[in-house]
């Protein structure tokens, strides 16, 4: 386990192998996912003069969707993992087969070394299967594991089977991302600024970027162009808190997309900080193409502001969504997560929350919590729960809240979202 920035950015005229590898779930849809970390490690590689090549195993075997970028990714099932063995839910492995993934590999220069990455930690069945594979299609190659799973479990990031494991938070490279590696884009994404201000005891921003730091607008631009080049027609934002600060960051961005790209369709699938949006901030949204609006509620009972760091309320949601919607924003197209399964959460207080949404003329977006190794409400839960922590797998927000804690239950959270997909 080690910081191992300083070992690639030594690297010169190497053949490197990019993979993001295949997703083993109950469920996944491919929206708006990139490997962003990945990319742009990757193309500081090659003005290290390094020859990089990718392989997105979601990508690569994803056909589009009719809805903006949205693809679904070839799957198939396969058995449950022991820790979900009681489910009755079918486990799929989503993505490239191993024939599939072989050929691609094979199709490419042996490369001189191969860096897979990881995102969620309950997907890491995915990860190990994938590093499984190339073993036996690249023998002798050395294979670095980097990621968010193995920054936020490294110690069970140990029995992947990799080589080296970056356990440390890379900062993004100030290099183009390689989207060019895809030929042609469906859709784009941009990360304008990285950490967030606020500490909310569920996220684990903090721990993936301990400062907040917003980027230049000459160098988003520039990676955005490059995107709309290769053919997206859709731009999603990865921002955590993309809001802050907007008179001197978003707006700029806003001003330069509307000149550039007019006709651009927009998307924040992140939540937006609803204290931010007043009647410019609404306008400015709808002006500039934003298609997809997506508030952080996550909801008005006690757990839900605990837990939210307080970071909005009732009067703060309430007048947000009227200025959305009096800039012209459809209310289907405002929508709020809403969040289940916290700690000494009860079905009655997210049926509550969800009502409050419709109330507002909103449509609400269920989210079911996740308990993120080294977050505050982790560790609560590892209290009651020890196994979350042993168990990565016991960390699935389909499956921690229903099936973990037991304060809802699989009933209870199927009502929960027949209510919240039920038209106001």
Known sequence: MSDLSGYLGSLKGCRILGINPPVRDFAFFDLWAKPMGLLYILGALREQQNHVNLIDCISDS???????????????EIPKPEAYRGIPRRYWHFGLTREELAS?????????????????TYWYKGVFWCIEQLRK???????????????????????????????VPMPLPVSMPAMDLYRRLSYGVAITSTGCPRRCSYCASS?????????????????????????????????????IGKEDHFYPICEELAARHPGLRLHTPNGLHVREIDHTCASTLYRTGFRTIRLSLEGIDPANRQAGA??????????AVANLLEAGFRPDQVETYVLAGLPGQRAYDVASSIGFVRSMGARAKLAQFSPIPGTPLFNEVVRTHPEVQEE???????????????EITPEELQSLKDLARTPG
């Open 104 to 120: 691609r590999v094979h199709s490419l220069p042996r490369p001189d070394l191969v860096l897979v990455t990881s995102s969620m």
């Open 310 to 319: 307080r970071k909005t309320s009732p009067g703060d949601y309430s007048a």
């Open 207 to 243: 721990l993936l970027w301990p400062s907040f730091i917003q980027r230049n607008l000459r160098d988003l631009m520039a990676e955005i162009d490059l995107q709309i080049d290769l053919g997206a027609a859709d731009l999603a934002f990865y921002d955590d808190s993309l809001l």
């Open 62 to 76: 994803s056909s589009a969707d009719r809805r903006y970028g949205r693809k679904a990714p070839k799957r198939f």
């Open 137 to 167: 299609i690249l023998p002798g190659v050395p294979v670095v594991l980097g990621g968010v799973y193995p920054v936020l479990c490294p110690d069970h990031a140990l029995l992947s089977g990799a080589d080296e494991i970056q356990t």
């Open 392 to 406: 990565p797998l016991l960390q699935n927000n389909t499956f921690y809240s229903p099936y973990v804690s037991g």
